[in-house]
């Protein structure tokens, strides 16, 4: 499978956006799906994925309560819902096939997308 991240962009403090993780060459829902970024000078961070199996989600504290991620009905894609955007969340994101461990987040990653942009303005 072969994953693309879209959906950056430079917004406002506050403000939503939604990335898009397009798959192709297989079906996603076979994969469980992770969502990563990488601010300049830090390290990865794991922030959310979801299960092939179940559809169960796991967040990092730093997003929980304003991410959301979900599967595209109708569409080979998974969705990350980003609400109440703040300065902090600045990186660029990328998708990728993992592991979705409940209590640690996304291991086991492969199949990297090339990563999309977002920027929050203050």
């Known amino acids: 499978v072969q994953l693309q991240a879209s959906g950056g962009g430079l917004v406002q403090a506050g403000a939503s956006r939604r990335l898009s993780c397009a798959a192709s060459g297989d079906t996603i829902t076979l994969y469980d799906i992770g969502w990563f970024r990488q601010a300049p000078g830090q390290e990865r961070e794991g922030v959310s994925c979801i299960s092939d199996s179940d559809g169960r989600t796991y967040y990092a504290d730093s997003v929980k309560g304003r991410f959301t991620i979900s599967r595209a009905h109708g569409k080979n894609a998974v969705y990350l819902e980003m609400n109440s955007l703040i300065p902090e969340d600045t990186a660029v994101y990328y998708c990728?096939?993992?592991?979705?461990?409940?209590?640690?987040?996304?291991?086991?990653?492969?199949?990297w997308g090339q990563g999309t942009q977002v920027t929050v303005s203050s």
């Open positions: 990728a096939t993992v592991y979705c461990d409940m209590g640690i987040g996304p291991l086991r990653s492969s199949n």
